[in-house]
Every structure is written in structure tokens, then in C-alpha cells.
């Protein structure tokens, strides 16, 4: 009998445990969000609304540490590249309509147009294809301040995926960033793709 109780509370022991640890490994999943790897929610990280103020020396990020003007472009190019360089058959072209905050009115324009025509295709979307972007090298290429005005050269590792082959195929490709300082915000104007490496 004491052998039979025994074996009955260390499976009641067991099973708490699994309990306790189900509960705290979908609690850390309900905190932690997912890999968005087709970008389909991404979003501008706080850094990179630095809102210059012309007026003094020194600007602050969201987090009310000091940022100087050339580390707040540099730091929106990497996140604005590695986002507008991210899409899928599934996003509904969001890569781009996500960072229309961050473009000068006449680029916003233009993208506003592309956008509303490649919608207006209706293209199959059941078939994913899809590309992430992530940023491994960043040069301010040129950079003035009092004219405000900013050109970034942002390397990409790209990856692109469909759902017909298995294999990945990755490369790198620069894009080039032509920011404005507009009402004391850094925007981007233009932006020019480069050739595949």
C-alpha cells in the first residue's frame, strides 16, 4: 500500500509540474511577441521618431537620451530600409503604407499611386512569395546638417521565399536613402535601389 500511494503522489507531483511549466511557457509566448518574418505588422521602432529640434545642440530619442542629428538618420535608414525591403503576397503592400509618416509628401505621393495600382491588380496572393530585410551595414554617404539634407547607404541581407520552391534564396542589396529635414524632422525623398550582390 505505501509503495501505491507513493507512485500515486509523485505522478500528482509530475503532472503539477508539467502543469506549472505549460502555464509559464504560454504566459513567456503571450508576453514575447512573434517573429514577423513576411512583415506583415511592421512597424517603425521609437527611435526612429527623433524630432529634431533646430534650436538646440543636441536632440533627444523616445527613451529622453541625447541623440545627435546624424545618429537619428542613421538610425531611421536602417529601420525604414529593412521594413520598405520586407513584403509578401500577404501584406497588402503594409511595408510600405507603414512608413508613409516617414516620407516626404512628394515621395509619399508617389507611393500612395504605386500602392493604389498594384492593389487595383488583384493579384493571386494564394501562393506566398515573400522577401525580409535585414540591415548589416549602414554609411552616411553624404550629410548636412544646415541645409538638412542626408544621403544613407543602407546594406541588406535579403532573403526571399516562396511557397513552390524549398530552398531560400539569399543576397545582399543596397538601398539609398535621400532624407529632407522637414518642420525639424528627418524624412526620406527619395529612395533608389541598387544592384543585387
Known amino acids: 500500500m505505501p509503495r501505491r500511494i507513493l507512485l ?7 503532472l503539477v509540474i508539467l502543469a506549472v511549466a505549460g502555464f509559464l511557457l504560454w504566459q513567456r509566448r503571450q508576453a514575447s511577441p512573434g517573429t514577423n518574418t ?10 526612429n521618431t527623433v524630432v529634431l529640434n533646430t534650436n538646440q545642440a543636441t536632440n533627444t530619442n523616445s527613451a529622453g537620451g541625447p541623440v ?3 545618429t537619428a538618420v542613421q538610425e531611421l535608414a536602417k529601420s525604414f530600409a529593412s521594413i520598405y525591403g520586407s513584403f ?12 508613409y509618416f516617414y516620407m516626404t509628401p512628394a515621395l509619399r505621393a508617389q507611393q500612395e499611386t504605386f500602392v493604389a495600382g498594384e492593389q487595383a491588380k488583384q493579384t ?16 552616411v554617404e553624404a550629410f ?4 538638412g539634407t542626408a544621403d544613407v547607404r543602407v546594406t ?21 536613402l535621400s532624407f529632407q529635414r522637414l518642420d525639424g524632422a528627418w524624412k526620406v525623398g ?8
Open 8 to 14: 500515486i503522489i509523485a505522478g500528482a507531483a509530475l
Open 38 to 47: 513576411a512583415n506583415t505588422n511592421g512597424t517603425v521602432p521609437n527611435v
Open 68 to 70: 545627435d542629428a546624424k
Open 88 to 99: 509578401s503576397t500577404q501584406n497588402n503592400f503594409q511595408n510600405i503604407t507603414d512608413l
Open 124 to 139: 493571386d496572393t494564394s501562393l506566398y512569395k515573400g522577401t525580409t530585410s535585414e540591415t548589416r551595414v549602414t554609411t
Open 144 to 147: 548636412d546638417e544646415a541645409a
Open 156 to 176: 541588406l541581407q535579403r532573403t526571399e521565399t516562396s511557397g513552390t520552391t524549398s530552398e531560400p534564396s539569399t543576397y545582399f542589396q543596397d538601398i539609398v
Open 190 to 197: 527619395r529612395i533608389a535601389w541598387q544592384a543585387k550582390q
